[in-house]
């Protein structure tokens, strides 16, 4: 195999790195922190956004779109988003370039083209939809407003990973408007659902539900509510969040209804997003040291078909009956692909579909055909069978199935392997440094206290588990009385 | 009716913003030139989107998707792309902001947070496209690269409207490398035909297919060609362009190939694109005085189902029908809402839908399930029948038929109509004056005869027609020779 992929045990980061540059996935670009997403990681993402999209509008969400650019004035009205995203955001004070007059064919910004008001490059758009959603609101028979964007967001990260943290991303942001608070928080919930639901049974990745302490809230949100995934090498990564943002950006933006009763109130909102950080956490949690390990159902290429011959005359016998077998896969709704292409040797075609995590290889050589089978080969187990071709189709279907499950099981297995109780500091760090995953532990409930766990071990609150089980016991680092214990993890 | 429309004899440019305002496809914004598109308006770009991209894959071609900043030095690289889009750009030049000082809950551009580089948002992305492909092509084994991107771009405008001309649009820009210029110019060719089958089959809009003078090229481009479309008003609209680049990116950014004899020669490129311009096109071409007039094969909604009922008896008879009919329908894939709201009556609904361009209308009331019909009004004619619930389905499916090729039909006599030849520089000026639309003369050929016209007349060279006539003749400005007619027109 030509392109070498370092393996976990070696270097996990530089595995992960590997793993995307070498399956076709990404692309460092020629801007800081900027990647570019190729055509195979680009498919995988429209699958993904399909389904997602499909889910949202389901739920009664319409799409729509708003400027790129926020006005500075507007960035800044709701205080705490503006304090929370400023330190981080590109932005925009000039709208012209002109030749410059020392350097022959060089460009300069032109100084006489700079903006009365500069625009932030939107990292996330509260602020330019709540000051459109002002003109969309009168009465309480305007709501609610069910919006969700398909949109790309700058965040000037200083330390970026591809898919886990870029400068720029992909995403889809829901943003919506109620009537009252408990409607706006049963929207919240709903949002985490479609999260966990799409995360864990398409993308095969098991997730714990909870709510983010004060300290790791999104900046404006009264209680951000997320969804929690553990990867490989023992550290969470938060795969998606939706937050319940009280009245503040109704009050920052003046947004207010009459209701039934005519009286006059600020607006309730709600925002959830999740982004290309999914396809991270997903070459993260299944791929293997031979590279990506796709769940079947979001996978750009199900199956892939490879012919085993010596000349023309074999060729053209075993096309025949791939046309037949396509034709049977693709009445099931399979993405199949044939490639029978001259330029690689059927050894080099194996390598590189394993590296690309296609589900199910399927080889088809003279001796397969008289015996009226295939050879097939799992991606996840990397099992090969003998499989008959009657019935072929109905048989790929059902390993596709078992596939997605395994990879759910498998997954679900480690995560629960690693949520370890630890009920001294000693026990916490160790189990951090050697086990890693998930540690619940009990905690005083004061951002200073948690700061200081974070400084300490490097580990931070991922989330108070919905539903948690309600125990009484002293926290790890104060030993002050607590009620429950939260996840602590180290985390992308 | 509350929503008023200003008709289009009264003033066409008013008559067209209150359109795109109170139809609800857009909204303008609180930055400048940048506008908001509304969930029926996206829904709308949605459909046509939808309808794009599958015919781009059905033409070999996959979707990535590239960075949103172009680094100034990227940006320069091809000079007559640069001093096209130089103009006209925003630019980046800090990524951060801080508290301001002086004033409590302001922020101010961080001074320390220059960027070393400014980066330009992309007006279009050949530059920073090529540079990614230089990575991506040694060999004539890594060619042709048939790729597409959806995405926003920005041009900073300094007069906007709706749709048509903004500072920030959507759009989808394919790029395409080539191992020879013959194969490059089929593929511009190829795209423009798919452009003009999208435009004509599905927006029901006529157009001209050509290719553009020098003077108004692709800034950087070999060749442009264009698909041009008349407007009710008589000014020509570019609705798509497909540009042969050669290797002007391929020589500015060194992107070479090494052929079969394994000799290096330079990359041949194409470039092509639509907008979201596109849905000005469409409301100027089709719509009249009481609103919209969609095209029913990308209409949001298809078909709107209104009760006339008086209490609640009445209407659950008229619900458990509509069930049926909604069922049928939707069995045959059309788009079917049911709108028994009761917060507006029939009469405020029936103008409703008709401002929103919904192609038919079915109303249903006790009688006419009495007499086993519902009354079906078509948007295009305005006409209204009774139609039977027998074999109600197909009979709308057909009407919708009906209405595409209506819409088509009279477009494309509008269009017809309005190609007029002119001989002299009067009748010339006379036919842009008081008929409009195309106007077929003779040009001699030079940039600086096309500048004199387009300062005398305001009319540009929309194009010189693909499989144009010979036909000797004398220039309507210079007299000089020519040896074929060209299409002029006022244009947005």
Redesign the interface.
Known sequence: MSKEITSRAQDYSQWYNDLILKSGLA?Y???RG??????Y???L??NMRDVLDKMFKDTGH???????????S???AE?KN?EGF??????????????DPNNK???I?DPEAKLEE????RPTSEA?IW??YK?WIQSY?DLPIL?NQW??V?R?EMRTRLFLRTA?F?WQEGHTAHATAEEAIVETKKMLDVYADFVENWMALPVVKGVKSPNERFAGAEDTYCIEALMQDGKALQAGTSHFLGQNFAKAFDVKFSDKENKLDYVWATSWGVSTRLIGALVMAHSDDNGLVLPPKIAPVQVVIVPIYRGEEQKQVIDAKVQELVKQLKALGITVKYDDSD?ARPGWKFAEYELKGVPVRVALGPKDLENNVAEVARRDTKEKSSVSLDGFAQHIQQLLEDIQQNLFNRAKSYRDEHITPANTWDEFVQTLDTKGGFVAAHWDGTPETEEKIKELSKATIRCIPLNNTEEAGACILTGKPSSQRVLFARAY
């Open positions: 692309d670009s020629a801007v900027c990647m570019v997403i190729k055509p990681g680009f498919a993402w429209e319409v799409n729509a779109y708003f400027p790129l650019f926020v006005p500075k507007l960035f800044e205080e503006a400023a330190k981080e955001c590109a932005v925009v004070t000039h709208y012209r370039l002109k030749a064919g060089k460009l910004v500069e625009l932030v490059v330019i000051n459109t003109t028979r919006v949109a790309n700058v000037w720029e992909l330029n």
